[in-house]
C-alpha cells in the first residue's frame, strides 16, 4: 500500500515539474539575425565618359592660299597642320580632302598639329574629329578650304561649291524646293555656276546657268536625285562639286 502511495506521488509530482518548466519561449529567447553585408549592390559605381568636344581649326586657314609648306618638290609639299586642342579628347582624327580627285587622307594623333605631303598646287579641305577613349561619341571641327601653293601663278580656280541645303542624304517632302550651295575663291572673282540637275548619276542635265547661288526645282514623290555645280570665275578657271543627292517622300 505504501508503495502505491509513493508512486502516485511521484507522478504527481513529475507532472507539477512538467507543467512549470515550459516557460516563454518568445522575448529575449529569440535569435536576432544581423546583416553584416552592408550595401547589397556590389559593384563599383560607374562614371560615364564625358563627350569629346571639337576643336578649333588653326592652319591652314580658311579660304587662303597655303605658302608655308616646306620639302618643296615640283609636285608635292610637307604642310603643318595645326588646331587648338580640346577636352575631354584623347586623340584626333584629320582629314585631308584634295578637292580636284576626292581623294582623302586620313591620320590620327595625340597631338594639336600633324605634318603631312600633300599635292601642290591643289585645292583641299580639311577638318578634324575629336576621340575619347571609353565611349563612342566624337565631336566634328568646321570645315577648312585653301589652296597648297605652287609654282607662281596669276590667278586661282574657284573652290568646288558645297551644299547648303537639301543636306546630303536628306529625305524630304516632294514638290517645290530651293537647291542652295556656296562657292568661294581666293581671287574673288567668282561669276557665275551651271548647275546639273537628274534623277541619274552623276547629273547630266544642266537645268540653269545663274551668278546666284541658289535656284528652284520641282521635284516628284519617291525619287532619288543627284545635282552638282560647275563654279566659273573671271578668268575662266572652272571647278566641279561633288555630286549632293537627296530623296523625296
Given at each position: 500500500m505504501k508503495n502505491l502511495i509513493f508512486t502516485i506521488k511521484l507522478f504527481i509530482g513529475i507532472l507539477l515539474l512538467v507543467a512549470c518548466g515550459g516557460g516563454d519561449s518568445g522575448g529575449d529567447g529569440g535569435t536576432t539575425t544581423t546583416n553584416t553585408g552592408g550595401n547589397t549592390n556590389s559593384?563599383?559605381?560607374?562614371?560615364?565618359?564625358?563627350?569629346?568636344?571639337?576643336v578649333s581649326l588653326v592652319f591652314p586657314e580658311h579660304n587662303t592660299e597655303c605658302n608655308e609648306g616646306s620639302n618643296e618638290t615640283e609636285?608635292?609639299?610637307?604642310?603643318?597642320?595645326?588646331?587648338?586642342?580640346?577636352?575631354?579628347?584623347?586623340?584626333?582624327?584629320?582629314h585631308v580632302v584634295n578637292l580636284n580627285n576626292d581623294e582623302?587622307?586620313?591620320?590620327?594623333?595625340?597631338?594639336?598639329?600633324?605634318?603631312?605631303?600633300?599635292?601642290?598646287?591643289?585645292?583641299?579641305?580639311?577638318?578634324?574629329?575629336?576621340?575619347?577613349?571609353?565611349t563612342n561619341a566624337t565631336a566634328t571641327s568646321s570645315i577648312f578650304n585653301f589652296y597648297n601653293a605652287g609654282a607662281a601663278i596669276d590667278n586661282h580656280a574657284p573652290f568646288p561649291a558645297s551644299v547648303v541645303a537639301p543636306d546630303m542624304g536628306a529625305s524630304i517632302e516632294m514638290g517645290n524646293l530651293n537647291l542652295v550651295w556656296e562657292a568661294s575663291d581666293i581671287d574673288g572673282d567668282i561669276v557665275g555656276f551651271e548647275v546639273y540637275f537628274d534623277t541619274i548619276n552623276p547629273p547630266e542635265n544642266k537645268i540653269a546657268e545663274t551668278s546666284e547661288s541658289s535656284i528652284a526645282v520641282t521635284?516628284?514623290?519617291?525619287?532619288?536625285?543627284?545635282?552638282?555645280?560647275?563654279?566659273?570665275?573671271?578668268?575662266?578657271?572652272?571647278?566641279?562639286s561633288a555630286v549632293f543627292e537627296f530623296r523625296t517622300n
Open positions: 559593384g563599383n559605381p560607374t562614371t560615364e565618359t564625358p563627350t569629346p568636344k571639337a609636285t608635292t609639299s610637307d604642310v603643318n597642320f595645326q588646331w587648338n586642342m580640346a577636352e575631354d579628347t584623347d586623340s584626333y582624327e584629320i582623302e587622307l586620313v591620320q590620327t594623333t595625340s597631338n594639336d598639329n600633324i605634318e603631312l605631303t600633300i599635292m601642290r598646287a591643289t585645292p583641299y579641305s580639311w577638318h578634324v574629329i575629336s576621340k575619347a577613349n571609353g521635284t516628284e514623290t519617291s525619287t532619288i536625285y543627284y545635282w552638282r555645280i560647275i563654279t566659273s570665275d573671271s578668268n575662266g578657271n572652272t571647278s566641279r
